[in-house]
């Protein structure tokens, strides 16, 4: 696990994106793993600056989103779906069939888990990005998810529910299910980026990178993965005992 600490969000999401950038450009038919939330937002405004300045292509790019709500139908403001197009897909030239994102509305959930399931093993996913919620989950493999895990439905577990709260008017409107590329899917990926930012996330960021790997804390699975960086402001990093970069 290689471990990066930086002053500012900007900082991070430079980082990630100069790491990102890299693959794109010496591998025209890259796949890409994409994450939604807080986290990746500065990574993908990079995205979209460079190919507007320099005009990387994304043309052959493949991309697979982690998760999606269940019952939140695309056309909603919150759907991931939504969150995809509006903070990446509309400013770089990656195109519509090239993109995946699981379906949680109007579908058999467990058929669409095992066909998105297949579909990524059509493929492998060169980098990973990942945010990690406050309760150390990565996608929405909550606590106590099994590491063998394949995509599928999660129950969201209620600290997820209170911290996703803010992009809803109220708690009754975040939705209680979701479905996730599971926790073996994952670790599958070549490469990963785990990006986080502030306070909240010390205790769930001490825990991954220096606490014992254990189903409670999902992220510290990533210690046995052979590329894994993890980059991380001074706040999210201000539990760790050792030292780093
Ligand atoms: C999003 C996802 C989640 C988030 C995590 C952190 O696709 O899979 O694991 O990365 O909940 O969210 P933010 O970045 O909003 O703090």
Do not use: W
């Amino acid at each position: 696990m290689k471990v990066i600490i930086v002053d500012t969000y900007q900082e991070i999401s430079d980082k990630a994106f100069e790491i990102i950038k890299d693959i794109v450009v010496n591998k025209k038919d890259a796949v890409l793993g994409l994450a939604t939330g807080s986290s990746p937002i500065g990574i993908y405004n990079n995205m979209i600056q460079d190919h507007k300045e320099n005009k990387t292509d994304y043309s052959n790019v493949v991309t697979f989103n982690l998760d999606e709500y269940v019952d939140l139908p695309k056309e909603h403001k919150q759907s991931y779906y939504s969150f995809m197009n509006d903070n990446l897909f509309y400013g770089i030239n990656v195109k519509k069939e090239n993109i995946h994102i699981p379906t949680g509305v109007g579908v058999d959930l467990e058929k669409a888990c095992l066909d998105y399931e297949n579909n990524i093993g059509n493929y492998e996913i060169d980098v990973q990005i990942l945010g990690i919620g406050s309760n150390g989950h990565i996608g929405f493999n909550e606590p106590n998810t099994p590491f063998d895990s394949t995509t599928h439905i999660v129950t969201l577990a209620e600290k997820t529910r209170l911290d996703n709260q803010r992009f809803f008017n109220d708690l009754s409107e975040v939705p209680t299910k979701a479905i996730t590329m599971g926790i073996a899917t994952i670790v599958k990926s070549k490469k990963i980026i785990l990006v986080a930012n502030g306070s909240k996330k010390k205790e769930a960021i001490s825990r991954t990178i220096e606490g014992e790997i254990g189903l409670d804390c999902p992220a510290t699975i990533l210690q046995n993965h052979p590329d894994c960086t993890i980059i991380i402001d001074k706040e999210a990093a201000s539990l760790l005992k050792n030292k780093y970069e």
